[in-house]
Each structure stands twice: as structure tokens, then as C-alpha cells.
Nanobody, 125 residues
Framework: VQLQASGGGLVQAGGSLRLSCAASGRAFSSYVTGWFRRPPGKEREFVATISRGGTRTYYRDSVKGRFTISRDNAENVMYLQMNSLKVEDTAVYYC???????????????????WGQGTVVTVSS
């Protein structure tokens, strides 16, 4: 599967952005997907993940209640709705996928086999 992330940009603190991850290749519904981010000067970190069918999600604590991950398997796309953005959300955001036969979700980088190119989110104060 090939992944293409988009939707990043510059936004003021408190604002919102929606990231998209378009997938091409094999059936998107065969993949668990997730979002990761790399803040400036830091290691890449997990943000959110969603199961193949979209029924199960999991978030890092700092984005719970502000970010929502979703997917549309018919359109081969995954989203990350980001509300109440904070300066510390500034990062390059990556989408990722791995094949799965279960409804599991994964929060570690090594669990994912396919990665998008990243989209930059900058939150100003």
C-alpha cells in the first residue's frame, strides 16, 4: 500500500486542522492504520491508531479529547481531526499502516510496515 498524507499547515493555538491519509494499492480495509508525529528536535512518537473496521481507536494521552482518528474504507482514506491545537502539537505528522487479520490496534513504530511522507503542522502562540 502507498500512503499520502496531506492537510498540514500553520494554525494559531486553539485552532483546528484535519489531516488526511490517502491510500492506494491493496484493499485499505486489510490494514490497521495510525498517525505518528516528529516534533522539532525530538524522536517520532505515536499519536493515534484505528482498527481495520474503524471500531477501535487508541490515542496518546496528550491528545485525548482533542484529536479524533477516523477512516473511510470505501474511499481508502484515514483522517485525523485535530481541535484545540497547542504549540506542543507542532510536528511533522506521518500516517502508517500494517496488514492485519484482527481488530487489533498498534501504538509502536516497529509495528507498522508502510509509511507516508509526512505533512507539517505548525501551531503558533
Amino acid at each position: 500500500v502507498q500512503l499520502q498524507a496531506s492537510g498540514g499547515g500553520l494554525v494559531q493555538a486553539g485552532g483546528s486542522l484535519r489531516l488526511s491519509c490517502a491510500a492506494s494499492g491493496r484493499a485499505f480495509s486489510s490494514y490497521v492504520t495510525g498517525w505518528f508525529r516528529r516534533p522539532p528536535g525530538k524522536e517520532r512518537e505515536f499519536v493515534a491508531t484505528i482498527s481495520r473496521g474503524g471500531t477501535r481507536t487508541y490515542y496518546r494521552d496528550s491528545v485525548k479529547g482533542r484529536f479524533t482518528i477516523s477512516r473511510d474504507n470505501a474511499e481508502n482514506v484515514m483522517y485525523l481531526q485535530m481541535n484545540s491545537l497547542k504549540v506542543e502539537d507542532t510536528a511533522v505528522y506521518y500516517c502508517a499502516a500494517r496488514e492485519s487479520v484482527s481488530g487489533a490496534v498498534y501504538s509502536t513504530e516497529l509495528s507498522y510496515h508502510y509509511w507516508g511522507q509526512g505533512t507539517v503542522v505548525t501551531v503558533s502562540s
